[in-house]
């Protein structure tokens, strides 16, 4: 069993940054692939990044790349996600989750353990 909480988000203005964390209870977390996902009002949960058991190997959404970053720190039980030129359309409450699988996943079904989200609001 692994519980998730997430914090950092906030109310920032467009192009300013934010650091997410989520923080992991569990011996096993360092052999989860652990992934961001967010969802708007009136949207689907999407995919934003993941991130390897080791964190040798990352994925981004187009949307996000080269602005966001995702990183964990084992020994801390936390992974990070760096939010930098947020835009208005990065408004949503975001989810951290762990995989199983120690590789990255992009579909949110391969995720079995979810956070309760922190909210992220860009104004322009």
């Known amino acids: 069993q692994v519980q998730l909480v997430e914090s950092g988000g906030g109310l920032v203005q467009a192009g300013r940054s934010l650091r997410l964390s989520c923080a992991a209870s569990?011996?096993?977390?360092?052999?989860?692939?652990m992934g961001w996902f967010r969802q708007a009002p009136g949207k689907e949960r999407e995919f934003v990044a993941a991130i390897s058991w080791s964190g040798g190997s990352t994925d981004y959404a187009d949307s996000v790349k080269g602005r966001f970053t995702i990183s964990r720190d084992n020994a801390k039980n936390t992974v990070y996600l760096q939010t930098n030129s947020l835009k208005p359309e990065d408004t949503a409450i975001y989810y951290c989750a762990a995989s199983v699988a120690g590789s990255t996943r992009r579909y949110k079904g391969d995720y079995r353990y979810w956070g309760q989200g922190t909210q992220v609001t860009v104004s322009s």
């Open positions: 569990g011996r096993t977390f360092s052999s989860y692939a």
